[in-house]
């Protein structure tokens, strides 16, 4: 479905076109996007909503797979996680295309701009067209080794072995045997 825009294009933005002339390998081909995703695109743009329209968040953000269920969006909204241009919104509050929500996850947020409204939950190729990610990268994770594993196979461990894991979960803020905290 192609869209004419008051300026008198068509709608794309030239990036569809670019995916579809380049192949998985890297090789440039003639042929059409992946048949699946162009399937699924069309299916939900027959799905989608008229112009003018509006969605509820809470619905949106799990159409769109912003978060992994419909009541997990509508938890995060009566929390304050969940932002629309800026404020805080309830989960029936609707938006509209250009609407920007920013989502807060754990220790991270998303910040996207809405493109398209959806009701129904979509793969993650046409959810991905639904919106702009403006999000800044997530915070690098922090790794970190598990106190007190034994390589299979090595036996029970000395006494020396078992002093020396006890202080590395002290280290850690682990608790020692008993379920009371070491030292005691």
């Known amino acids: 479905m192609v869209v004419e825009d008051p300026d008198g294009t068509d709608g794309t933005d030239g990036a569809e076109s670019a995916e579809g002339a380049q192949g998985a390998d890297g090789a ?7 048949p699946k995703v162009a399937a699924a695109i069309a299916a939900a743009e027959a799905a989608g909503l008229a112009s003018g329209a509006s969605v509820r968040i809470d619905t949106w953000i799990w159409s769109v797979r912003l978060v992994k269920t419909r009541s997990q969006g509508a938890t995060a909204c009566r929390g304050g996680h969940v932002r629309v241009n800026g404020e805080r919104v309830k989960p029936a509050h609707s938006i509209r295309v250009g609407d920007e929500v920013r989502v807060r996850q754990e220790n991270w947020e998303r910040v996207v701009v809405v493109k398209r409204l959806i009701r129904k939950r979509v793969g993650a190729p046409v ?23 034994r390589d299979p196979g090595t036996g029970r461990p000395t006494k020396r072995d078992r002093r020396e894991i006890e202080r590395l979960r002290a280290l850690n803020g682990l608790r020692g045997p008993g379920g009371r905290p070491e030292g005691r």
């Open 127 to 149: 959810a991905a067209q639904c919106y702009v990610d403006n999000s800044p990268p997530p915070p690098p994770r922090t790794p970190f080794a598990p106190a007190g594993v």
């Open 28 to 34: 440039h081909d003639t042929g059409a996007p992946d």
